[in-house]
């Protein structure tokens, strides 16, 4: 029985260092407002659940030594990483929406603390984040991404690393899904400021006295705040499309 601890432990290890990995880029779970303890004490449970499930796929505890342990360790650390950003894309969106919409606005000097990852970030873009991350609570999103922790050894094993030419196009595709949703998120306000400038430029030419830059800043402000109050649901319900149908993808659902 001694002889197989030391294996056992090293099987436990390779299956900690994925869904570790996983679970501290989770949306929602992965947040700086988690404590990292409670995401540890996670990790280690949602490992220690998927254990006997991953054990038969590592060969006998015997083999796991040395340089091959070394090697499923980064491996699995680099397969950990990949799906987990590719995820996290996703929720990255929406700051860069939330960015584009405070230009549109006149906000962007606007500036607060991003309670969920930290560092300044626009007023609009945290609060889309915020609201993003409690709407996968709500509706049971975050049950898809611990299913796909568990469905990530059928499609890749611990023997199976991925090439780094798959994972660079991976990573091109997850920034550009993120890039192409936060510009549907923000599509409304991007139509918004065009024909608003545009207005803005005909009103200068037909009344040059007019002091424009007055009458802008506190109409965007205005107009745009009650776009945003009217657009919000249909703009938090294409989010979390992408998001279900992403988290989808990587439960194999």
């Known amino acids: 029985m001694n002889l197989l601890l030391p294996g056992m432990a090293s099987a436990y290890l390779l299956v900690f260092a994925r869904v570790g990995t996983l679970i501290m880029l989770m949306p929602g779970v992965g947040e700086q407002t988690v404590p990292a303890r409670l995401r540890l ?12 499930l991953v054990r038969p796929m590592l060969g006998g505890t015997e083999g796991i030594a040395g340089p091959r342990l ?3 360790l980064f491996g699995e650390t680099i397969v950990g990483l990949i799906l987990g950003l590719t995820v996290r894309m996703v929720l990255a969106a929406l700051q860069t929406a ?9 906000l962007s000097y606007a500036m607060t603390v991003d309670p969920s990852q930290g560092g300044q970030q626009t007023a609009v873009g945290n609060f889309l984040s915020l609201l993003g991350i409690t709407l996968i609570f709500a509706t049971d999103l975050h049950h898809l991404a611990i299913a796909g922790i568990a469905h990530s050894y059928q499609v890749l094993p611990p023997d199976a690393v991925p090439g780094f030419g798959d994972a660079l196009q991976l990573a091109l595709r997850a920034i550009a899904r993120g890039f192409t949703l936060a510009v549907q998120i923000a599509g409304p306000f991007i139509a918004f400021g ?3 400038n545009l207005g803005l430029g005909v009103l200068s030419r037909l009344m040059p006295q007019l002091q424009v ?3 802008a800043v506190p109409a965007s402000v205005l107009i745009g705040m009650l776009i945003l109050a009217g657009a919000l649901g249909i703009m938090m319900g294409v989010f979390l499309d992408d998001m279900g149908r992403t988290l989808a993808e990587v439960a194999g659902r």
């Open 41 to 52: 004490a996670f990790a280690l449970l949602v490992a220690l659940v998927l254990f006997p």
């Open 70 to 72: 070394i090697g499923l």
């Open 213 to 215: 830059f007055f009458l």
């Open 194 to 196: 065009i024909l608003f």
């Open 98 to 106: 939330g960015l584009i919409v405070s230009q549109q606005l006149g």
